[in-house]
């Protein structure tokens, strides 16, 4: 299913120690996969759920190791609108 250097790459991830912990995670669900390994096993070994196994496997077979990263987030919405934001500051101002 991958290539010994697709191996090779798995493995220096889970070795790495600038590697996030949830990349180098997502690294061994993959190649534990591509060792054989049962869906069950590994999403138990992992603490994941079976679907979250198959997930990543697919994001690394269509985008390689990048898709073991986290993706971009969104900004947090905004807790108060500027206008009460403005508002408040005014009132405390005065």
């Known amino acids: 299913m991958l290539t010994e250097g697709q191996l090779a790459e798995l493995r220096?991830?889970?070795?790495s120690r600038n590697a996030p912990a949830v990349v180098a995670t997502r690294a061994r669900i993959v190649l534990w996969m591509a060792e054989g390994r049962r869906r069950k096993d590994v999403a138990v070994l992992t603490g994941v759920s079976l679907?979250?196994?198959d997930r990543w496997?697919?994001?690394y077979a269509e985008h390689g190791l990048a898709g073991l990263e986290d993706g971009s987030h969104a900004a947090p919405r905004e807790q108060v609108p500027a206008a009460v934001r403005a508002r408040i500051l005014a009132l405390t101002r005065a």
């Open 51 to 53: 679907p979250t196994v």
């Open 57 to 59: 496997v697919d994001r």
């Open 12 to 15: 220096a991830v889970i070795n």
